[in-house]
C-alpha cells in the first residue's frame, strides 16, 4: 500500500500564491505517474497537473498553465504544486494521486492511490 498525505493548503487572497506539497509512504514508491486534481463543492474532481515520476515531464489543465508549477523530489518521494496568481475559481480540494499503470492520466480513474486532499481557498 502507499500512504499520500497532501499538505499546503490554507486561505490566500487572489493573487496570491501557495506552494502544495504530497509526501508518500508504504511500499517503494515506484509510480510511472503524479497527479494533482481539484474538486470544488458540487463539482466533479477535475486534473490539474501531472509529472512522470522518472521521466520529470509535466503536463498541466489549461486552467493552471502559466500559473501552476509541478515539481518532484525522488529522493523524498515528493511532489510539489507551485500555485501562482491564485484566483477565486481556484478554491478546492487538492488532491494528489499515483498511478501505477501506463496509459493516459488525466482521469481520476487513471489513478491508484490517493491522499486524503487539502483545502485552498482563495478569497476575491
Known amino acids: 500500500q502507499v500512504q499520500l498525505v497532501e499538505a499546503g493548503g490554507g486561505l490566500v487572497q487572489a493573487g496570491g500564491s501557495l506552494r502544495l506539497s504530497c509526501a508518500a509512504s508504504?511500499?517503494?514508491?515506484?509510480?510511472?505517474?503524479v497527479g494533482w486534481f481539484r474538486q470544488a463543492p458540487g463539482k466533479e474532481r477535475e486534473f490539474v497537473a501531472r509529472?512522470?515520476?522518472?521521466?520529470?515531464?509535466?503536463y498541466y489543465a489549461e486552467s493552471g498553465k502559466g500559473r501552476f508549477t509541478m515539481s518532484r523530489d525522488n529522493a523524498k518521494n515528493t511532489v510539489y504544486l507551485q500555485m501562482n496568481t491564485l484566483k477565486p475559481e481556484d478554491t478546492a480540494v487538492y488532491y494528489c494521486?499515483?498511478?501505477?499503470?501506463?496509459?493516459?492520466?488525466?482521469?481520476?480513474?487513471?489513478?491508484?492511490?490517493w491522499g486524503q486532499g487539502t483545502q485552498v481557498t482563495v478569497s476575491s
Open positions: 494521486a499515483a498511478g501505477y499503470r501506463p496509459g493516459a492520466f488525466n482521469r481520476p480513474g487513471d489513478y491508484d492511490y
Open positions: 509529472i512522470g515520476w522518472r521521466s520529470g515531464n509535466t
Open positions: 508504504g511500499r517503494t514508491f515506484s509510480p510511472v505517474t
